[in-house]
């Protein structure tokens, strides 16, 4: 038992710093010109994932205030103490020393252009062994949400009369699409083809007539004038693939397909599946073999009834 309380803490704890990881970061960069920032830039982000959204070369100034539009105002504070507090005797390390100029030079700054260069200069300069890291001391969370397919969110960071705006979107999975081709049965199957029977004098019977099964029968190729729905889904892929129905007329009769199609570039599109149209099978009122007294022609042989069938279609949007 107490073995089994130590597994299930551990399992626990992987869920719980799985899910820690999963997150994924979005990086919103004030040392970008605001100018090109209020172009409003759109990301894509992926359905059913979380993200945290980060804003990144802050000024520390403590009088220095960012507005964030999802209803949150933050005072962006020194990351560590102020320097200067050690004595005048007292010997830093170097990544200590290191540190501290790096604070000293931030508390000083006050565009965040000059924010980025100095973080770019210190990683740079930084002494073997240090583990600081000066871009995370310029960083900060400012917002969570998870992903949902057509949703979008939009940030705003204001300070004063500059603005960063950045808007996160993610696509819908796909949506119907209606196309026109062509289709046709392709008869693979000796249950799904058109059939032939005949009537041939019966030599032992003289005046009567037996059906028989042979000579060649109406070609099951032939073409449909169909229209196609099928989900197209919004991968930014050469070819996709997906569900399709359609509805054809083949002259008289209507004709029902179902299958699959891939979809290339959105506009040309190849399926095949399943098909139900009407095929000439023997009208059930007469059997091979079976004697009749009077010669019968094909159209009243047989009698055309829906069969399904494989179909090969090709289509356009």
Known sequence: MKHLSTLATLVIVFFICFKATAQEKLIIDLAIEPAKANQHDTIFVDSKKDYLIWMTNFVVDGSVQYGVSVNETINIDPPLPAPGGASLTETLDPCEQ????????????????????LVYKFEATKPVGCTTMYRDLVSKNIHRFRASSGASITVTIKRGDVIWARTYRCAPK????????????????????????????????????????????????????????????????????????????????????VGGT??????????????VSKKWRLDTRYSEGQTIETPLEYDQLHKEKYRPDLYIAVAFR
């Open 262 to 275: 891939f979809i290339i570039k959105y506009n040309l599109s190849i399926s095949t599946g399943m098909i």
């Open 98 to 117: 290191h540190l501290d100029d790096f604070l000293t030079e931030l508390q000083t700054t006050t565009k965040e252009q000059l924010v980025d260069q």
């Open 174 to 257: 796909g949506q119907w699409e209606v196309s026109f081709g062509l289709a046709s049965p392709t008869g693979v199957s000796s249950w799904s083809r058109n059939q032939n029977y005949y009537c041939a004098e019966d030599p032992t019977n003289l005046g009567k007539y037996i059906i028989k099964k042979g000579g060649e029968s109406p070609s099951d190729w032939k073409p449909i004038p169909t229209v196609f729905y099928s989900w197209h889904p919004f991968h930014n892929r050469y070819i996709n693939y997906s569900v399709t129905g359609g509805l054809g007329l083949d002259l008289v009769d209507p004709v029902f397909l």
